[in-house]
């Protein structure tokens, strides 16, 4: 139990539409990142937020967008979906700052059709 | 682009030997490093972590890591089929950027 969860566990969205991903995490966690994960594939970086603020970004477009709240909770909005962006997706939070040690949530397995 | 190279395997080894997880990464400034398992269908479950050369141990597990030659590397001692998973590592930069690899697919044969 890392006390990082996710919502929904699973989502069925068609292409061009918009989703929401959230992620909920232990209180004192300031740290919180998103990753995309291809089945067979190590998860890629999309973002970190550090204390409510956009702190590194991988190389996504700019239609990948997220948020994070004062009750330490983020969310991942992701636009004009396309097929390619059917994938696993993971948040991973960390009480000590960026760059150390991240739990990840259980992940939402996005499917675009 | 930053690299993080693993050997996809699998690397098959008997119940209670050592199995040696390998990682090279490109970025010289790298300053720390981790070691994820992942069962399949399930999300990442952090082992490891090592910030400076040498050794780091862990109950069955340690963490080499070599800066000098970009390396790092995990070695599980008496395997159990139950460490059957996939091995992540995972790499940060000086600018918060996490890269990771494609992952080591590990069995354990009872």
């Known amino acids: 139990e890392t006390g990082v969860t996710q919502s929904p566990t699973h989502l069925i969205k068609t292409r061009g539409q918009q989703v929401t991903l959230r992620c909920s995490s232990q209180s004192g966690h300031n740290t919180v990142s998103w990753y995309q994960q291809a089945l067979g594939q190590g998860p890629q970086f999309i973002f970190q937020y550090y204390r409510e603020e956009e702190n590194g970004r991988g190389n996504f477009p700019p239609r990948f967008s997220g948020l994070q709240f004062p009750n330490y909770s983020s969310e991942l909005n992701v636009n004009a979906l396309e097929l390619d962006d059917s994938a696993l997706y993971l948040c991973?939070?960390?009480?000590?700052?960026?760059?150390?040690?991240?739990?990840f949530g259980q992940g939402t397995r996005l499917t675009v059709v | 682009q930053k690299e993080v190279e693993q050997n996809s395997g699998p690397l098959s080894v008997p119940e209670g030997a050592i199995a040696s997880l390998n990682c090279t990464y490109s970025d010289r400034v790298s300053q720390s490093f981790f070691w994820y398992r992942q069962y399949s269908g399930k999300s990442p479950e952090l082992i490891m972590s090592i910030y400076s050369n040498g050794d780091k141990e862990d109950g069955r597990f340690t963490a080499q890591l070599n800066k000098a030659s970009q390396y790092v590397s995990l070695l599980i001692r008496d395997s159990q089929p139950s460490d059957s998973a996939t091995y992540l590592c995972?790499?940060?930069?000086?600018?918060?950027?996490?890269?990771f690899g494609s992952g080591t697919k590990l069995n354990v044969k009872p």
């Open positions: 991973a939070s960390s009480d000590r700052g960026p760059g150390t040690e991240a739990f």
């Open positions: 995972a790499v940060n930069d000086n600018f918060n950027k996490f890269y």
